[in-house]
C-alpha cells in the first residue's frame, strides 16, 4: 500500500507562472489536507478537501491559490502568478474518517517550490 | 484560536544524553496531541498521540504524557542516538482534523 504520493518534488517557477502541485492519498483516504512550511517554521494549515468538496479553506491566501480534490485523479493545489514569497515546502496529507480523536493523518514528502 | 508553542532549537545533545522538548498549547476545545517527526528532505511521521488528559504516548524509546492541568506534552527520552537527529514538532487537533503546529525543534546528536 503505496503512502501518499505529491509530484514534483521540486518545482522551480518564475515570477509570475503559476504552480501545479498534485498529492495522491493513500489508497481509502477520501480527506486530503495541504499544508505549509515556510523555511526554518512550522506547519502552517492551508486547506481541507474530500472528494468535491471543500471543507475547510480558512488557512488559503485569498487570492493565487485554489485547491481541488476531484472524484477521478490526485488532489491539486494551484499557485496563480507565484511570487518570492511562495517559495516554501508544500505538504499533503490524507486520513480516513473525520472528527476521530485518534485518527492519523499521513504525510507525503512534499513538493518543495522555488520562485525565481 | 489554537496554538502551540514548543521548545526553541537548535538543541545539540550528545548520544546517550536525556532529551526534553518542551511543548505547551492552547485549544479552544478537547485537543488530541501530537508528536510527528521530520527527518532531512522528508515528510512528516507521526512519533507518538495521546487523546485525553494522563495518556501517555511513547514509541521508539520517547514517551510524552498528556498534561491537561499544565497544558503540556513534553516529548522526552532516556538515551538518544546520532539516528534521532531530526526536527520534531508538536502538534494537536481539535474536532475537524485540522492540525496545529509548533515551530518545531531542530536536534542534533553527535557521537
Known amino acids: 500500500n503505496a503512502g501518499v504520493m505529491q509530484n514534483p518534488r521540486h518545482l522551480v517557477r518564475r515570477r509570475g507562472q503559476e504552480a501545479r502541485l498534485r498529492c495522491s492519498p493513500m489508497?481509502?483516504?477520501?480527506?486530503v489536507y495541504w499544508y505549509r512550511q515556510l523555511p526554518e517554521e512550522g506547519l502552517k494549515f492551508m486547506v481541507y478537501l474530500q472528494k468535491e468538496n471543500i471543507i475547510d479553506e480558512s488557512g488559503m491566501p485569498k487570492e493565487r491559490f485554489s485547491a481541488e480534490f476531484p472524484k477521478e485523479g490526485p488532489s491539486i493545489l494551484r499557485i496563480q502568478q507565484v511570487v518570492r514569497g511562495d517559495s516554501a515546502a508544500y505538504f499533503c496529507?490524507?486520513?480516513?474518517?473525520?472528527?476521530?480523536?485518534?485518527?492519523?493523518?499521513?504525510f507525503g514528502q512534499g513538493t518543495r517550490l522555488t520562485v525565481v | 484560536g489554537d496554538s502551540v508553542t514548543q521548545m526553541e532549537g537548535p538543541v545539540t545533545l550528545s548520544e546517550e544524553a536525556f532529551l526534553t522538548i518542551n511543548c505547551t498549547y492552547t485549544?479552544?476545545?478537547?485537543?488530541?496531541l501530537f508528536w510527528y517527526v521530520q527527518y532531512p528532505g522528508e515528510g512528516l511521521q507521526l512519533l507518538l498521540k495521546a487523546t485525553k488528559a494522563d495518556d501517555k504516548g511513547s514509541n521508539k524509546g520517547f514517551e510524552a504524557t498528556y498534561r491537561k492541568e499544565t497544558t503540556s506534552f513534553h516529548l522526552e527520552k532516556g538515551s538518544v542516538q546520532v539516528s534521532d537527529s531530526a526536527v520534531y514538532f508538536c502538534?494537536?487537533?481539535?474536532?475537524?482534523?485540522?492540525?496545529?503546529f509548533g515551530t518545531g525543534t531542530r536536534l542534533t546528536i553527535i557521537p
Open positions: 496529507a490524507s486520513s480516513t474518517r473525520t472528527a476521530q480523536r485518534d485518527t492519523e493523518a499521513f
Open positions: 489508497k481509502g483516504h477520501s480527506h
Open positions: 502538534a494537536l487537533k481539535v474536532g475537524n482534523e485540522k492540525l496545529t
Open positions: 485549544a479552544t476545545g478537547y485537543p488530541s
